[in-house]
T-cell receptor, first 113, second 109 residues
Framework: DGGITQSPKYLFRKEGQNVTLSCEQN?????MYWYRQDPGQGLRLIYY???????QKGDIAEGYSVSREKKESFPLTVTSAQKNPTAFYLC????????????FGPGTRLTVL | EDQVTQSPEALRLQEGESSSLNCSYT??????LFWYRQDPGKGPEFLFT???AGEEKEKERLKATLTKKESFLHITAPKPEDSATYLC??????????FGSGTKLNVKP
């Protein structure tokens, strides 16, 4: 099946720890995105990547880092510098030049203990 | 400032009671307006893309329309399984997308 997978589904972190959220897609999409969703708020863009080995900061990049070494993978690291990381994290991909619509993965819920 | 506003925040309907959700945008040079459905604890599911004022798209009980300032998602004779949060997003370059905070729809049997 083609699609976007995110793992884990639930993640618990102690304060001061870095954690990495996985996002993989087998849709052959060029662009990938990370969003954060908090209750009652819209999706806020953390980072996006249009091609391999290139990425740009979104509106709330502080305390997060990403890499794009492979077309199909776009992992997000939540560092200890992120002061309020408890949220629902969504990864999305878009075909790129061949398409304009984003498609989303199932999400990872991160909770800081 | 580019932004998207959705109203109402929450909507309760009886089964069969048609209504509309609103998405107002101030994104300059809009190139695409997107509607998604999101169930609790899940990722958004793509519904429609609209590109220009006057465009309409339909899928089962849902119809999306677009004007120069807003988009509507019309729900005709809704069923309980239509209960979800509906998100809209706007983009001027298909690289960045501006999302509204959503309308939570609850359809009672």
């Amino acid at each position: 099946d083609g699609g976007i997978t995110q793992s884990p589904k639930y993640l618990f972190r102690k304060e001061g720890q870095n954690v990495t959220l996985s996002c993989e897609q087998n849709l052959n999409h060029d662009a990938m995105y990370w969003y954060r969703q908090d209750p009652g708020q819209g999706l806020r863009l953390i980072y996006y990547s249009q091609i391999v080995n290139d990425f740009q900061k979104g509106d709330i990049a502080e305390g997060y880092s990403v890499s794009r070494e492979k077309k199909e993978s776009f992992p997000l690291t939540v560092t200890s510098a992120q002061k309020n990381p408890t949220a629902f994290y969504l990864c999305a991909s878009r075909p790129g030049l061949a398409g304009d619509t984003q498609y989303f993965g199932p999400g990872t819920r991160l909770t800081v203990l | 400032e580019d932004q998207v506003t959705q109203s109402p925040e929450a909507l309760r309907l009886q089964e069969g009671e048609s209504s509309s959700l609103n998405c107002s945008y101030t994104v300059s040079g809009l190139r695409g307006l997107f509607w998604y459905r999101q169930d609790p604890g899940k990722g958004p599911e793509f519904l429609f893309t609209l590109y220009s004022a006057g465009e309409e798209k339909e899928k089962e009980r849902l119809k999306a329309t677009l004007t120069k300032k807003e988009s509507f998602l019309h729900i005709t004779a809704p069923k309980p399984e239509d209960s979800a949060t509906y998100l809209c997003a706007a983009s001027y370059n298909f690289n960045k997308f501006y999302f509204g905070s959503g309308t939570k729809l609850n359809v009672k049997p």
